[in-house]
């Protein structure tokens, strides 16, 4: 048994020699002493490292305060937008967004989906797709760094903690004191404004589906549905977790987006880059020392502690970076403090690097297969959608043809097919709908006890109508199988047609 895992071990430290990422062009390997190898008599390595908390250390720049302006506008949005009220006309909800499974409506200030027409919502789901793919082929992981709900939410939990227990410095010196009643109450207080955060989270989410000043008030007297306490909690616990306790690992081993990413990637894409050509070789730095044969890289080391991810930039691309720009606001401050350039690190192509590095002028392509491709697709989706949109009707209806029986011979010889009409009224106010059926010469059409080519029927506002109803038609006007029919309901000027068949079953007759 030993004699297999060793055989396994070396496999595994094999395989990950033979993937480890190679150093910057510039930079020679690392000659730092390795851990023991299994094979070396000092011990078996272990398989799986024990996570190291990582305590980034606060930046200022241009970056951090876009981060800080965008966490500000999101989480605003998130927890105000279920309080928003729209006056929509009869007994309709007021409030502007909502999502109510109750009635199968889907409300957006004055858009008004019915769950017939959650093609719409794939098609949102579709653009929106289409754009992050856009967005990441041009900028890479933007989304990742600046807009993701687990970045915003680990940065406010982050800026929490800092509340608490200070900055890097601070953090891990508390993290290594032993307890102490300054410990506690640093380590209580942060725990409990993180549940309150997660609370808020959760709270706000369930606001979405039902009216949130009628859920409020029932959430506090213990008379809110089940499902909405059920699913408080359950945003509370995942909150909590994922910003609070996991961050990174949620980013670098339960999304898939990192990985996916790669597809859309191209040497042309912009992202967060260490320039080689300028940083290597890299070295530390002291007060008036020549610059001669050297790059401005002093080995601070700053971009690392104030990554929330916890990688080396300069080590290239890798899958963990989420494009956040804070080591660029970290680089750029120590560029400042010993006199040279900023953009060590910054915003570039691996195409524009390669260029400079063998002396050519960098080109920036934005233009590209690729980005014509997403950015064409999500405008002919967007482009659909915003045409069935406008132009879909108040009226709606579906017709089911019987299918046990097809038809029925009535003792006159005439031949009677039923069907089952669904007609929907999507405004405002109660509609008389005409009922009129094409199809064989001389069919009847009859609706509770009306026999007439015409029926009327009348329809509440924002409500669906279910009608019974049967075509007769007379055996000489039948002269097949099928006949192509259609069903029009018509109301203020709103019309909707159906087609459908009337079956005969002359063809067995015959």
């Known amino acids: 048994m030993a004699v297999v895992i060793d055989i396994l071990s070396e496999r595994g430290a094999a395989r990950a020699g033979a993937t480890a990422p190679s ?3 510039g930079r020679a390997p690392s000659t730092a002493p390795r851990s023991p190898s299994p094979a070396s008599g000092a011990g078996h390595a272990e398989l799986y490292k024990k996570r190291e908390p990582i305590h ?3 930046v200022k720049g241009p970056f951090r305060n876009l981060k800080w302006a965008l966490l500000i506008v999101l989480l605003g949005v998130y927890y105000a937008v279920p309080w928003i009220r729209w006056d929509r006309a009869g ?8 999502v109510d499974f109750a009635h199968g409506r889907f409300y957006f200030f004055a858009v008004q989906l019915w769950a017939q027409e959650v093609y719409f919502i794939t098609g949102l789901l579709v653009v929106s797709a289409l754009l992050l793919f856009l967005v990441t082929a041009l900028f890479g992981r933007l989304w990742c760094g600046y807009a993701c709900p687990q970045t915003v939410w680990t940065d406010l939990f982050i800026a929490v903690e800092r509340l608490f227990e200070g900055d890097r410095n601070a953090r891990l010196r508390l993290a290594k004191a032993p307890w102490s009643l300054d410990k506690a109450w640093r380590k ?8 309150a955060i ?18 409020w008030t029932e959430l506090w007297v213990g008379q809110a549905p089940a499902m909405s306490y059920l699913w408080v909690g359950l945003l509370t616990f995942t909150t909590y977790t994922l910003a609070g306790t996991m961050r990174e690992q949620v980013c670098t081993y339960m999304c898939p987006w990192p990985r996916i990413q790669g597809a859309m990637l191209d040497k042309d894409s912009l992202q967060v880059t260490y320039r080689y050509d300028r940083g290597e070789p890299r070295g530390a ?3 008036g020392q020549d610059w001669t044969g050297r790059g401005d890289c002093i080995d601070c080391r700053q971009c690392v502690v104030a990554c929330p991810m916890g990688i080396d930039i300069r080590n290239g691309p890798q899958l963990e970076c989420i494009n956040c720009g804070l080591c660029i606001d970290a680089c ?9 350039p900023t953009g060590l690190i910054a915003y570039d192509t691996d195409a524009a690097v390669a260029a400079r590095a063998a002396g050519e002028r960098a080109s920036y392509r934005l233009v590209r297969g690729r980005t014509i491709y997403y950015a064409v697709a999500a405008a002919l989706v967007a482009g659909l959608m915003l045409w069935g949109l406008v132009g879909r009707s108040a009226v709606s209806l579906d017709v089911l043809r019987d299918r046990n029986p097809t038809f029925v011979r009535l003792k006159d010889g005439s031949i009677r097919n039923g069907y ?7 405004t405002a106010e109660p509609q008389a709908y005409l009922i009129r059926f094409e199809g064989p010469e001389g069919a009847r059409l009859r609706a509770v006890g009306v026999a007439a080519p015409q029926v009327r029927v009348t329809i509440e506002a924002d409500r669906v109508r279910t009608l019974r109803v049967f075509v007769t038609a007379p055996e000489a006007a039948l002269d097949r199988t099928s006949v192509p029919s259609a069903f029009t309901v018509e109301a203020s000027g709103e019309r909707q047609t159906v087609k459908t068949v009337f079956l005969s079953g002359q063809a067995n007759a015959r």
């Open 23 to 25: 150093p910057a062009p």
């Open 56 to 58: 980034p250390k606060l």
């Open 332 to 340: 750029d401050d120590v560029m400042k403090k010993v006199g040279r």
């Open 188 to 195: 209580t207080g942060k725990h409990a404004v993180w549940l």
């Open 198 to 215: 997660a609370a808020a989270t959760g709270g706000a989410w369930v606001f979405y589906y039902q009216d949130a000043p009628a859920l």
């Open 420 to 426: 089952t009409l669904k007609i929907a009224n999507r």
């Open 91 to 98: 007994d309709l909800p007021d409030q502007a967004v909502l």
């Open 285 to 287: 730095h002291k007060k």
